[in-house]
């Protein structure tokens, strides 16, 4: 029996991936990061090859980790996580300082940081586990307490994008369920081009099939970019 939902329980801590290329900046959150070995010390973060960032890193073959504290808005996550650099400057507003590497280190809503050189890759299907030699790391703020990825999902109510390590999909509705909401209109998201389906509904956030996208909760946001209701238009048959 595999019961994927019990993966949830295992502790992650909810980073901010940062990379450069080109004398360019990108960075993205990351789930799945852990110290491998103690001397030298390294540790390990798995990235979608999709992601920009996956890009930054492998060319400039070093990276950093911000460490978020429980804290950290949700708002703040769904611009680091679920927008793309390609479309957004995600360091515009953001508090920042550049590391040994010359590689941003992102302190808004940190608790402390890595900076690690890349030492190996292993790709694994659809991520890539980048493994880093640690050279600078520090605490930022005592006071601030690590968000793991099960706070960030059970206390926060935090939503997982499709592109994260730990992305769980969720089984699609049947026949009979999709009966009744063939009919409903369709909703694009004009951020990031997400369709929400009424016939399959949003299981990552409980929504059943057969949810009309006018009785979506008000504070519903896309899955995908986690934007809301109001970045969405009906699409045209």
């Known amino acids: 029996m595999l019961d994927l939902e019990s993966l949830y329980k295992l502790n992650y801590p909810m980073c901010i991936i940062c990379s450069k290329k080109a004398g360019k900046f990108?960075?993205?959150?990351?789930n799945t990061v852990f110290q491998i070995v103690p001397e030298p010390p390294m540790v390990t973060v798995s990235v979608n090859n999709e992601c920009l960032t996956h890009q930054y890193i492998t060319d400039g073959r070093a990276f950093t980790l911000s460490v978020l504290a429980e804290r950290t808005p949700l708002e703040f996550i769904r611009k680091w996580g679920f927008k793309s650099g390609r479309d957004i400057d995600k360091f515009e507003q953001a508090e920042y300082k550049t590391g040994r590497t010359g590689i941003p280190i992102v302190l808004d809503n940190a608790a402390s940081f890595i900076e690690a050189e890349v030492v190996e890759t292993i790709e694994v299907k659809t991520h890539t586990l980048f493994i880093g030699r640690i050279v600078a790391c520090e605490t930022i703020d005592e006071q601030k307490i690590p968000m793991t990825y099960t706070y960030y999902r059970d206390v926060k109510g935090g939503k997982t994008p499709r592109t994260a390590?730990?992305?769980?999909?969720?089984?699609?509705?049947?026949?009979?369920?999709?009966?009744?909401?063939?009919?409903?209109?369709?909703?694009?998201?004009l951020m990031c081009g997400y369709i929400y389906d009424p016939a399959v509904g949003d299981p990552e956030s409980d929504i059943k099939p057969g949810t009309a996208f006018e009785d979506l909760p008000d504070d519903w946001v896309c899955p995908d970019c986690g934007v809301g209701k109001?970045?969405?238009e009906p699409v045209e048959d």
Do not use: R, S, W
Not at 165 to 189: E, H, R, S, V, W
């Open 165 to 189: 390590a730990t992305f769980i999909a969720k089984k699609k509705p049947t026949d009979n369920l999709k009966q009744g909401a063939n009919n409903m209109k369709k909703y694009k998201c």
């Open 230 to 232: 109001d970045e969405f």
């Open 26 to 30: 990108d960075g993205c959150i990351v």
